[in-house]
């Protein structure tokens, strides 16, 4: 079992930046890759980022590459998303996920945080 806390969410401006963070419990925590997700009112749940267990290997939807930085501290049980110049359509909930495998599809992570709300106004 993997317990998930994210955090960091808030209200900001365009172009400002935000660094969300996820703690996990349970000592097994490089065993997992962990991936960001996020859902904006009135759509579906989308992937954003996901990080071998190692952290060596990052993965990005297209879109959001050059402005968001997924990473992870083992020694800390914990994972980051830095997000860089955002844009009001950034806006949504964000929800880090555990998974034994390294995969975009959110149906494939057991685990999951409790989201954390990121506003962004222009």
């Known amino acids: 079992q993997v317990q998930l806390v994210d955090s960091g969410g808030g209200l900001v401006q365009a172009g400002d930046s935000l660094r969300l963070s996820c703690a996990a419990s349970?000592?097994?925590?490089?065993?997992?890759?962990m991936g960001w997700f996020r859902q904006a009112p009135g759509k579906e749940r989308e992937f954003v980022a996901r990080?071998?267990?190692?952290?060596?290997?990052?993965y990005y939807t297209d879109s959001l590459k050059g402005r968001f930085t997924i990473s992870r501290d083992n020694a800390k049980n914990t994972v980051y998303l830095q997000m860089n110049s955002l844009k009001p359509e950034d806006t949504a909930v964000y929800y880090c996920?555990?998974?034994?495998?390294?995969?975009?599809?959110?149906?494939?992570?057991?685990?999951w945080g409790q989201g954390t709300q990121v506003t962004v106004s222009s």
């Open positions: 996920a555990a998974s034994r495998i390294s995969t975009p599809l959110d149906k494939n992570y057991p685990y």
């Open positions: 349970g000592r097994t925590f490089s065993a997992y890759a």
């Open positions: 990080i071998t267990g190692s952290g060596r290997t990052t």
